[in-house]
């Protein structure tokens, strides 16, 4: 199934989610890895197995940047976890001690350095991790990364997660 056959499957009180699913699936501010991507690592991080199914099936990505989508979800899943929760607590001795969490995946991402944190900022922003959207943002701008490309990754993080939250309503409903 695509995101198009996936839009069919959204009720009609999420009109504009469809509309604006079709409409970030043919963004010309990301290059198209840049782009299917973010929709793979996003419907990752939002975790409904038919918005997966659907992202993977649409992304124009090469092997190598599949597998870079989905590790940034992975990583970020543990990440935005362990960061938010640093960020959250009010004693401060948590952020002096060093994370002890493996990362390697930053090292050779299987993708550009700019596109992974780019997925990453995505994934972050599906977790509500204050503390790594600004790290993952502040990379990018080391990059040259415009604030457009880095809106439109988040507009497709925005719209993926609210998909995934009304095709998960919409399965609760039925059964």
Same mark, same amino acid.
Request: hydrophobic share 50%; glycine share 6%.
């Given at each position: 199934?695509?995101?198009? $056959? #996936?839009?069919?499957?959204?009720? +009609?009180? !999420?009109?504009?989610?469809?509309? *604006?699913?079709?409409?970030? &699936? ?38 190598? $940047? #599949?597998?870079?989508?989905?590790? +940034?979800? !992975?990583?970020?899943?543990?990440? *935005?976890?362990?960061?938010? &929760? ?38 972050? $922003? ?50």
């Amino acid at each position: 199934m695509t995101l198009d $056959a #996936l839009r069919d499957l959204l009720p +009609a009180c !999420a009109k504009d989610l469809s509309l *604006n699913l079709s409409s970030l &699936a043919g963004d010309t501010q990301l290059s198209e890895t840049q782009k299917w991507g973010a929709f793979v690592a996003s419907a990752h991080a939002v975790g409904e197995p038919r918005l997966i199914r659907a992202a993977e099936a649409s992304a124009q990505l090469s092997p190598e $940047a #599949l597998i870079a989508a989905r590790a +940034a979800a !992975a990583m970020m899943a543990m990440n *935005n976890v362990y960061y938010r &929760a640093l960020h959250l607590m009010r004693n401060g001795e948590y952020k002096t001690l060093p994370a002890r969490l493996r990362m390697n995946i930053l090292a050779n991402p299987g993708a550009p350095k700019a596109d992974f944190e780019l997925w990453c900022l995505a994934v972050s $922003a599906v977790n509500g991790c204050g503390m790594c959207l600004d790290a993952h943002e502040a990379e990018l701008k080391t990059h040259g990364v415009p604030a457009l490309v880095i809106q439109s990754a988040l507009r497709i993080a925005a719209v993926v997660h609210a998909v995934g939250r009304v095709l998960a309503a919409e399965a609760a409903s039925a059964a």
